[in-house]
């Protein structure tokens, strides 16, 4: 049992992990539902999310799916939450008008890509060796990204990240 245990823990270990902001995880454990929902629809996406472009194939069709993005239909997302798919477009609705997810929606499948990805997922590391392994250029690249985001989404974002 103990060499199981440990194994999962090795599996943990090694997996990805995804800073999720806190307002996502308080709507998920909160009472509402409506909110509980859709945070739970974010995060489902968000997992399902390519960390590196690759490929899916759909319909005997080789589709590209990029960093950040899911390839799925929305009656697969009805069906994942068992939800009508008018339902599933009301939820997908709401998270492109609070600027967290694009969709483009293509002979039935839905390409959704995860605004700010990067930012959340945390971007590759891209070392310089000439940085000697010290990160001042990605640290640099950090700040700019997050002076960038910040700027941009003032009006949008920033309101419902705070509004608790």
Not at 33 to 50: G, K, N, T
Not at 112 to 125: E, F, N, Q, T
Not at 133 to 142: I, L, V
Request: glycine share 8%; with cysteine; hydrophobic share 35%.
């Amino acid at each position: 049992m103990k060499n199981l245990e440990l194994n999962y823990l090795d599996s943990l270990l090694e997996s990805g992990y995804v800073r999720v902001p806190r307002k996502v995880l308080n709507d998920l454990y909160g009472s509402d539902a409506e909110e509980q929902l859709i945070a739970h629809v974010y995060l489902f996406l968000f997992s399902r999310s390519y960390f590196a472009t690759g490929t899916v194939i759909r319909d005997n069709k080789q589709l590209t799916c990029h960093r950040g993005q899911v390839i799925c239909s929305q009656a697969e997302l009805a069906a994942k939450f068992n939800l009508s798919p008018w339902r599933v477009r009301g939820v997908l609705n709401i998270l492109k008008q609070r600027y967290l997810i694009e969709v483009e929606n293509i002979k039935g499948i839905s390409h959704i890509g995860m605004l700010y990805y990067d930012s959340i997922a945390g971007k590759p590391r891209q070392e310089d060796p000439s940085e000697g392994g010290s990160g001042k250029k990605r640290h640099k690249e950090r700040e700019t990204e997050a002076s960038n985001t910040t700027f941009s989404l003032k009006g949008h974002i920033l309101d419902f990240m705070n509004n608790d």
